[in-house]
């Protein structure tokens, strides 16, 4: 069993930077691919980014590319989403999100362990 602490979420200026934390509990997080979804106000979750167990592959949503970067630090069970030059399109309450084995993905029915979102607000 894993659980997921998301944090860094706030309300920022746009083109201003925050770097988010998803936190895991459980010694087998290290070996867990994990993602990160976002949820606007009347949209669906959408998948923005992921990163492999090791941290060696990386994976991005084009509306993030060139602005985020995920990284992950195993010693630390924790995953980092660093977002530079944000938009108000990117408010959001993210959600980072692991599964036990397999690849990175973009659907959210793959992943088992969910947490409970950090607010990313971007004002114009």
């Known amino acids: 069993q894993v659980q997921l602490v998301e944090s860094g979420g706030g309300l920022v200026q746009a083109g201003g930077s925050l770097r988010l934390s998803c936190t895991g509990s459980?010694?087998?997080?290290?070996?867990?691919?994990v993602a990160w979804f976002r949820q606007a106000p009347g949209k669906e979750r959408e998948f923005i980014s992921g990163i492999n167990y090791s941290g060696v592959r990386t994976y991005y949503t084009d509306s993030v590319k060139g602005r985020s970067t995920i990284s992950r630090d195993n010693a630390k069970n924790t995953v980092y989403l660093q977002m530079n030059s944000l938009k108000p399109e990117d408010t959001a309450l993210y959600y980072c999100?692991?599964?036990?084995?397999?690849?990175?993905?973009?659907?959210?029915?793959?992943?088992?362990?969910w947490g409970q979102g950090t607010q990313v607000t971007v004002s114009s």
């Open positions: 459980g010694r087998t997080f290290s070996t867990c691919p």
């Open positions: 999100a692991a599964r036990p084995l397999g690849l990175v993905t973009s659907s959210e029915s793959d992943y088992v362990y």
